[in-house]
């Protein structure tokens, strides 16, 4: 690979030379410039980022950590963030850590070392040691979707109202007659997935249906997940008439379980997701559910990391956005209620 050294040998000039017409820090007579642009498209030689950054103390770089990159939630978000970082003349390095505690803290070692100027964190479910590597790294960082506490250093948060999703998705059931709605929550202990449990439970209560006890089943955020927590709802003594899925991954799979049991959605069950992903459009039937505004996540966290990247901003800033019920195919009236 062709170095600095070898552009100024093959145009017959000094480095410093080769160096101001590469980063534009002095003027350089037409002559030597075209000379050191030949050589540089002669030779192939590819200016070293890490070196430039050294010198200009940032490298025009943004790291972002996602749990599952087979998610299509976290790709559409991915998709905002890269379209936004684009517009402002960053790149993105994308890191999937596969909800694995240990992947996520190799690979903040590995941004670290990449001199990245900041970072936009959506956290793996279970793990105690992030707050203190974040701390660590001590760059402006966004949490997007998952709170972490880190005393020593403040991020700023952007998210959804789960708890209010929840309700939105359950009152819509309740309205259409429903009052056995079981849901399949995500694991167990992760704050979006018991947020949106919390809504369905808040939800029941206030239409004097209790609290959802016996009606709660988890899974893993998958289709295959929604797939078997559905299997097992459809097993229970009273099956319910309605089911709120806690995300459209998992709301896909339980469609399918309810297709094995030969159960016709909506006429004999319905059935809300959570996420509104482009593919619940185009389930069958197309599926009703909570809607979270991706583009907009995605966009506001680049936007909030740029503002402390460039000093415009000290303070913590949280944004809560609120989730919009969309109405599709997969849900009706109770079986036996008033339309």
């Known amino acids: 690979m062709a170095t600095i050294k070898d552009v100024a040998r093959h145009a017959d000039v000094s480095?410093?030379?080769v160096s101001h017409v590469v980063n534009g820090t002095r003027r350089v007579?037409?002559?030597?410039?075209?000379r050191v642009e030949t050589a540089i498209r002669a030779l192939g030689y590819v200016p070293s980022a890490i070196a430039r950054s050294l010198k200009s103390?940032?490298?025009?770089t943004l790291g972002m950590l996602i749990p599952n990159s087979s998610n299509p939630y976290f790709a559409e978000i991915v998709h905002s963030v890269e379209d936004r970082c684009f517009g402002a003349g960053y790149n993105v390095i994308l890191c999937n850590t596969n909800d694995e505690a240990h992947r996520q803290g190799s690979y903040l070692q590995v941004l670290a070392e990449r001199r990245i100027d900041g970072l936009i964190v959506v956290s793996t479910g279970h793990d105690a040691t992030l707050p203190t590597q974040l701390a660590g790294l001590s760059i402006p960082t966004v949490l997007v979707d998952r709170e972490i506490e880190i005393a020593e250093l403040p991020?700023?948060?952007?998210e959804t109202a789960h708890m209010q999703g929840g309700q939105l998705a359950t009152r819509h059931l309740l309205a259409q007659g429903h009052r056995r709605i079981a849901c399949i929550g995500g694991p167990a202990g992760l704050a979006p997935s018991e947020q949106r449990i919390a809504g369905w439970r808040a939800a029941l209560a206030d239409a004097g249906c209790g609290?959802?006890?016996g009606l709660l089943w988890h899974g893993n955020f998958?289709?295959?997940?929604?797939?078997e927590a559905m299997h097992?709802?459809?097993r229970a003594s009273e099956p319910p008439t309605a089911v709120f899925v806690c995300n459209d991954l998992m709301a896909m799979g339980a469609l399918c379980a309810a297709h094995e049991r030969a159960l016709r959605v909506p006429e004999a069950l319905s059935i809300v997701g959570f996420d509104d992903i482009e593919l619940a459009a185009f389930t069958s039937p197309p599926l009703t559910t909570v809607a979270q505004p991706k583009q907009r996540i995605g966009a506001l966290a680049v936007d909030m990391l740029l503002e402390r990247i460039d000093g415009k901003r000290q303070d913590v800033r949280k944004v809560m956005l609120q989730p919009e019920l969309r109405v599709r195919s997969s849900t009706a009236p109770a079986p036996g209620a008033a339309a």
């Open 15 to 17: 480095v410093t030379t």
């Open 29 to 34: 007579s037409p002559e030597g410039r075209a």
């Open 57 to 60: 103390n940032n490298t025009r």
């Open 155 to 158: 991020c700023d948060l952007v």
């Open 211 to 213: 609290d959802g006890s």
């Open 222 to 227: 998958t289709s295959q997940g929604g797939y």
């Open 232 to 234: 097992a709802v459809l």
